[in-house]
């Protein structure tokens, strides 16, 4: 099993930033991949970026150039930078990881105001 706990998430103006964090726990050493997911109201969830074992990096592209996904293997704790941010990115984001199974947060909310 693999717990996932994200942070970070809050209220900023528009062009503002937030770093979210994940914080992994359990059996960490199954997992193949991790990624970022968010929600709006009424919207399905949506994939944002991706960081594997190999340290590989992909983004969708509403938020290329603008998020940045990282890790820090000591921690158990990956990362999501959010930079140049717009109301549009208003969303519950959530940490998934893939391993043994799908595993996912609780979510953390982020409001970006105009």
């Known amino acids: 099993q693999v717990q996932l706990v994200e942070s970070g998430g809050g209220l900023v103006q528009a062009g503002g930033s937030l770093r979210l964090s994940c914080a992994a726990s359990g059996s960490i050493s199954s997992i193949n991949l991790m990624d970022w997911y968010r929600q709006a109201p009424g919207k399905q969830r949506e994939w944002v970026a991706r960081?594997?074992?190999?340290?590989?990096?992909t983004y969708a592209d509403s938020v290329k150039g603008r998020f940045t996904i990282s890790r820090d293997n000591a921690k158990n704790t990956m990362y999501l930078q959010m930079n140049s941010l717009k109301p549009e990115d208003t969303a519950v984001y959530y940490c998934h990881a893939f391993g043994l199974e799908r595993y996912w947060g609780q979510g953390t909310q982020v409001t970006v105001s105009s």
């Open positions: 960081l594997t074992s190999g340290g590989d990096t």
